[in-house]
């Protein structure tokens, strides 16, 4: 039985767990698990996120969420209904990467242009356990990199070539309004 979901506090990045290679979870039907998922699901819709992955709400286990609709902070985002990813692995990815802008909500108030592979081959398990295998592209895969990655300790920022390409949300939202006038 799953209690009423909770919304968490999210543990912005210089926390140790977000620089944490997380555990595999093995049993994906315990009532811990459904309990988390639940919080997870809650806490991200909150937030107005696009995906979050546990250890940023402190804990250290290979989960995440998607789930995409075009919104404030992702105007252009395609439709993804939400998504549970367990135990996840990329075990395909073509050669090219494309730069895109990304946000995170342990980094709050922060954008950067992230490098991202474009079309990935996945892996994972659902929330019942079944096995997925898929072809992910364009802004969906970028999703799913950045929340795999937050289950290696790797944050958006640590992809970055210069800390001088990180910048703070105002100025991204002019940036982005001069893109799109052009
Ligand atoms: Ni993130």
């Known amino acids: 039985m799953v209690n009423n979901p909770d919304n968490l506090p999210i543990l912005q990045r210089g926390e140790p767990i977000l620089a944490q290679v997380a555990s595999a979870i093995e049993d994906i039907n315990s009532h811990e698990i459904k309990q988390l998922i639940s919080n997870l699901k809650v806490t991200m819709q909150n937030a107005g996120g696009v995906g979050i992955a546990a250890p940023q709400v402190g804990v250290s286990l290979r989960v995440f969420l998607m789930a995409s609709a075009p919104s404030e902070r992702y105007p252009n985002a395609p439709l993804l209904p939400l998504t549970v990813v367990i135990n996840p692995s990329i075990i395909n990815k073509n050669s090219l990467q494309e730069l895109d802008w990304e946000g995170c909500l342990s980094v709050k108030g922060k954008r950067a242009q992230v490098s991202r592979y474009t079309c990935i081959e996945v892996k994972f398990q659902d929330e019942t356990g079944k096995k997925h295998h898929q072809t992910l592209n364009g802004f969906i895969a970028r999703i799913f990199q950045h929340e795999l990655d937050h289950l290696d300790g790797i944050t ?25 006038a052009r």
């Open 156 to 180: 958006f920022i640590e992809r970055l070539n210069h800390e001088a390409d990180v910048i703070n949300e105002q100025q991204w939202l002019e940036q982005t309004q001069i893109t799109e």
